[in-house]
């Protein structure tokens, strides 16, 4: 029995109570406010069943509903004539899409060969994974601890869509490769309705107005037959299921990007509680990139609000990180600064960029221990200040004590070329961004700190040294710059860095600290 | 009856003790006196770094401390930066100096001829006075730097103008650094902080420098020190300090490092007349 299909029936009813049910231990876990306690209890003990939007026909009911006489199938109307206290929902299919992905990534690692069938089922080929079990016993069994608490039907077979059929007719069951199981296996789809096969309605109708009611007096008809009543869509189905033709199949392949969201249940207006809905989310997203071997370069978390734009939180990492604790504590840092301007009703987190995992750090022998490597330094500072405010010197290409140096952001010794940050005077606009090691040192004594702006000189100095010429003949007037340099003290006893212009002006331009 | 081989300089109230029980227990070397320098075991000189200021490092029997909470209070750049110029190069070794919301922009020339590799320089500008303390904390627990630079004047809180754009530090005449003006306020650090900072530094193997105005108030550091300029240097006063009593007039000679930055030295056989002309050349030697 090569294919096992399994067929969520509940899979949007199934992913609501898990949530409730996390809501629910996590308020019973702390101090929580009375209201909230009640209503997820209420809703916990509340017969719920999910609507189709086009047919207004029930789809999905909890076993409650079941129980008050709720049949799959109703209408709406005689659904609420049953029961009055009804928690309805629409069937969201999308949902249920992006939760079979998850399913199928968390099947992933344990059954290699997946294909997604929307919208509710997955088809496993056990063949190749039968060996790496050791057995279908085991196989079943690590399948069956990864699918709890979902509601499901199962089925094997020879062919996909013979499984498929079975599960979809609400067998559970796992056959053997024997002869005997052959035989159950051919019983079992002889019951089959034929009104339950996936074909165009004129072809069902046809069936069942020929009489033909059950899968077994179908398949019992000579295929010439067939072809002349019927076209060519039964004849494929009807090949395929008996595994005479074969299904071209696309086999899930696991993503390359790390997307959740989360849909909060009730809406967050403190900036400091994200953390709490946000952390399983950092830890799948470890999950995730430890199965892959990589690290995150950057996650983008998305707050969308009430009414309101959604804001984008930027966590970024120098050199990659992938252990959910640390990005937690970046993700700490930035909220404590964040303002809401409405609540949140939904977070998404994305992570597109990483690498693969490098070097430990070379700091693990250096004398001085201390709780973070030099990027992680800079990942925390950048996380609450902000990238703007933090800035290394690098030396600038330019004898003009301006431009001497520049501002860059990120440390030299990273990269070889670094972003320009200079701070211009609107004169002049020398200083490439070279790296720029290998350039001698002026000969003149330079001042440990500048001024932005050259002042004036108020105060009365003694001249000590001097001067030093620094010119800079530009093409135009604005460029040029002809300065004087002097050393000089003042009354407290500071020693400036003065200049004079050929207009015999004199400006102070910096301080010997 | 002093129990060290070296002699320190013995403060003139040195009285030889008088109870016998005393006696005994100094001959048994198990008092010391603050007077004299600490016991040389290894574990303590270890611990001070020489400043290559002779004058200096004599005071402080070995030099500044390798680690800890160092306040400096004095006008701004009288020598502060020179004073601790061989310190800072050599604690950095390879780790970074980080330099928070500094009074003026720093020129890269001037740190590169200390010996300081500019590729080490952190600058982390504009932060609000909690921002500051926090970068600080954050710096000095890491162990990934070695020295920590911070101006007290400077630490403002509330929206300083910088934030709208308008900002620029100047120094007026009585040489403080002009804060901000308008809605900010100055906050100088209190007990509480200083002893965080402490703490911080010595869980990361890293100094914390914090420039200060003069006289200011004594708090929980390893080391303060005043400053007065000199013509030809510095003269330091040491109010406080851990493992000592404090100092006064340690006079520094920068001639020897920095000769273009001291008055020189008249000849004996010049003889000024009016002596009223103050913005003079004169010709430097």
Redesign the interface.
């Known amino acids: 029995m090569r294919w096992l299909y399994l067929h969520f029936y509940q899979l949007q009813l199934d992913h609501l109570y898990r949530e409730e049910r996390l809501v629910a231990d996590e308020k019973e876990g702390q101090a929580a406010s009375k209201t909230t306690s009640q209503a997820t209890s209420q809703a916990l003990s509340q017969a719920t069943i999910i609507v189709d939007g086009q047919g207004n026909e029930v789809c999905q009911a909890c076993e409650l509903a079941q129980q008050q006489g709720i049949r799959l199938g109703m209408g709406l109307a005689a659904a609420i004539a049953m029961q009055a206290k009804l928690r309805v929902l629409d069937y969201r299919p999308l949902l249920e899409q992006e939760l079979l992905q998850q399913l199928a990534e968390q099947l992933y690692p344990i059954s290699a060969n997946l294909v997604l069938q929307a919208p509710q089922g997955l088809l496993l080929e056990i063949r190749s994974m039968l060996r790496y079990h050791q057995g279908l016993e085991n196989y079943w069994q690590h399948i069956q601890q990864q699918l709890q608490p979902l509601h499901y039907h199962y089925a094997n077979a020879h062919s996909p869509w013979a499984a498929q059929l079975l599960a979809r007719n609400g067998y559970q069951q796992l056959l053997a490769d024997t002869p005997e199981g052959q035989q159950s296996l051919e019983q079992s789809l002889a019951r089959i309705p034929c009104s339950s096969l996936p074909l165009k309605k004129n072809s069902l109708e046809r069936l069942s107005s020929l009489g033909i009611h059950h899968l077994e007096r179908l398949l019992k008809l000579p295929l010439k037959e067939i072809s002349r009543r019927f076209d060519e869509e039964m004849l494929l189905y009807l090949g395929r299921l008996n595994n005479e033709l074969k299904t071209p199949l696309a086999y899930y392949q696991p993503t390359e990007i790390f997307e959740r969201q989360l849909q909060l249940f009730y809406e967050i207006y403190d900036s400091e509680t994200l953390s709490k809905p946000i952390t399983p989310l950092l830890k799948q997203l470890q999950d995730f990139l430890q199965q892959r071997d990589l690290q995150a370069q950057q996650v983008d978390i998305q707050l969308q609000l009430r009414n309101s734009e959604s804001l984008k939180i930027e966590l970024r990492a120098i050199r990659g990180e992938e252990k959910a604790e640390r990005w937690q504590a970046l993700l700490k840092l930035r909220l404590e600064r964040l303002e809401l301007p409405a609540p949140v009703e939904t977070i998404s987190l994305r992570c597109e960029k990483h690498q693969q995992r490098g070097q430990e750090h070379a700091e693990l022998f250096s004398q001085h221990q201390g709780r973070l490597s030099q990027e992680q330094l800079l990942d925390s500072l950048q996380a609450r200040l902000g990238k703007e405010r933090i800035h290394f010197l690098q030396a600038g290409n330019s004898h003009i004590p301006e431009h001497s140096q520049q501002l860059c952001n990120n440390a030299n010794s990273s990269q070889g070329t670094s972003k320009d940050n200079s701070q211009n005077n609107p004169q002049d606009k020398k200083g490439s961004s070279k790296n720029n090691t290998n350039l001698p040192l002026p000969e003149g004594l330079r001042p440990s700190f500048l001024l932005k702006q050259p002042q004036q000189l108020q105060e009365e100095v003694l001249l000590f040294y001097g001067p030093e010429r620094i010119q800079n003949p530009g093409w135009n007037e604005k460029q040029n710059c002809e300065r004087d340099y002097f050393i000089a003290r003042n009354q407290e006893g500071r020693w400036l860095w003065l200049y004079k212009t050929p207009n015999k002006h004199w400006y102070v331009h910096g301080y010997f600290a | 009856m002093n129990k060290s081989t070296t002699t320190p300089k013995a403060r003139p109230a040195d009285k030889p003790l008088n109870a016998a029980l005393l006696q005994e227990l100094q001959q048994r070397q198990q008092i010391w006196r603050a007077s004299e320098p600490l016991p040389i075991a290894k574990g303590i000189t270890a611990e001070l770094e020489p400043s290559r200021y002779p004058e200096l490092d004599n005071a402080l029997n070995g030099g500044l401390p390798k680690q800890g909470l160092m306040l400096i209070n004095s006008?701004?750049?009288?020598?502060?930066?020179?004073l601790l110029q061989h310190y800072l190069r050599q604690r950095l070794q390879?780790?970074?100096l980080a330099i928070i919301a500094?009074?003026?922009?720093?020129?890269?020339?001037?740190?590169?001829?200390?010996g300081i590799n500019?590729?080490q320089?952190?600058?982390?500008?504009?932060?609000q006075r909690d921002?500051s303390l926090?970068?600080a904390e954050?710096?000095l627990?890491?162990?990934?730097?070695?020295v920590v630079l911070l101006w007290e004047e400077l630490l403002q809180e509330g929206k300083s103008l910088e934030r709208q754009g308008k900002k620029?530090v100047?120094?007026n005449?009585q040489?403080q650094i002009n804060r901000p003006a308008n809605r900010s306020i100055n906050k100088p650090i209190n007990m509480a902080e200083a002893k965080r900072l402490k703490l911080a530094a010595e869980?990361?193997?890293?100094t914390m420098i914090v420039f200060r105005k003069p006289h200011s108030a004594k708090l929980a550091a390893d080391l303060h020190i005043e400053l007065?300029?000199?013509?030809r240097g510095l003269c330091l006063h040491i109010p406080k300090r851990q493992r000592g009593w404090p100092l006064r007039n340690i006079h520094i000679d920068f001639s020897r490092d920095?000769p273009?930055?001291c008055?020189?030295k008249r000849p004996q056989n010049v003889i000024s007349l009016a002596g009223k002309r103050?913005?003079?050349?004169?010709q430097?030697h």
Not at chain 2, 203 to 206: D, E, K, L, Q, V
Not at chain 2, 278 to 282: C, R, S
């Open positions: 006008l701004f750049a009288l020598g502060e930066i020179r390879d780790r970074l500094p009074p003026q922009q720093l020129s890269s020339d001037a740190w590169a001829a200390m500019i590729d320089l952190l600058l982390i500008s504009d932060t921002e926090w970068s954050q710096c627990q890491s162990g990934r730097c070695a620029r100047v120094t005449r040489g869980a990361g193997s890293s007065e300029a000199k013509p920095w273009e930055l008055v020189p103050q913005t003079g050349k004169q430097a």
